[in-house]
Structures are given as structure tokens and as C-alpha cells.
Nanobody
Framework: QLQLVESGGGSVQPGGSLRLSCAVS?????????IGWFRQAPGEEREGVSC????????IYADSVKGRFTISRDNAKNTVYLQMNSLKPEDTGVYYC?????????????????WGQGTQVTVSS
């Protein structure tokens, strides 16, 4: 079982930026894992935001964040990042990273095995 720890959340005004980090407990990024970012707003279901593979670093994004969010990884630090720009109030929620033992990315949370504890992102004026 992997341990994942998110950090970097906070409060920001609309149009601002944040960078979330997901530290993974071991060098799984060198194996066939996919790391995804998900978010959950109060009273709503958790939704997939982005995912990156450990094999070729390919990434996918939800339509709602394309062009604003960028996922990346640093294998030397066993860390995956989510750079969030042009933030909107509807981006508010708890953001989770999760790991999936696969070389393929999907944005369905039921396909992920291990989860972090989440970090709060609030976008408000």
C-alpha cells in the first residue's frame, strides 16, 4: 500500500494560482503507476481533475480545467504536482491525489487504490 501526502492548498482570489504537491511514499513513479488528482466540493461527488502516467508521463485533464491546470512529476523527489492557474470559485474543494497500479490514466475514482488525506483549496473574493 502506498502513502500519499498532499500539500499546497490554501485560499486565493479568482484569477490566482496555486501549486499542489503529492508526495508518494516510495519510488512508485518509476514503475507502472498512474497518479491522479481529484476534487470534491461540499455536497457534491468527487470528480477527476487530471492524471499522469509513470511510463511516458502522458497526462489527461477534465474539460473544466484544460488550459488552466498542468500536471507534472519529479521522479527524483517521488512527487507529482498540479499547477493551477486562472482559478475560479468553482474550483473550490478538497483536492486529493491517488495512485493506480496501471500504465493507463483514467479519471474515475473507483479505479484508484491508494489515496491521500486531501488538501483544501478555496477560491473566493
Amino acid at each position: 500500500q502506498l502513502q500519499l501526502v498532499e500539500s499546497g492548498g490554501g485560499s486565493v482570489q479568482p484569477g490566482g494560482s496555486l501549486r499542489l504537491s503529492c508526495a508518494v511514499s516510495r519510488s512508485t513513479l518509476d514503475y507502472y503507476y498512474a497518479i491522479g488528482w481529484f476534487r470534491q466540493a461540499p455536497g457534491e461527488e468527487r470528480e477527476g481533475v487530471s492524471c499522469i502516467t509513470s511510463t511516458d508521463g502522458s497526462a489527461i485533464y477534465a474539460d473544466s480545467v484544460k488550459g488552466r491546470f498542468t500536471i507534472s512529476r519529479d521522479n527524483a523527489k517521488n512527487t507529482v504536482y498540479l499547477q493551477m492557474n486562472s482559478l475560479k470559485p468553482e474550483d473550490t474543494g478538497v483536492y486529493y491525489c491517488a495512485a493506480r497500479l496501471s500504465s493507463l490514466c483514467v479519471l474515475r475514482d473507483s479505479r484508484y487504490d491508494d489515496w491521500g488525506q486531501g488538501t483544501q483549496v478555496t477560491v473566493s473574493s
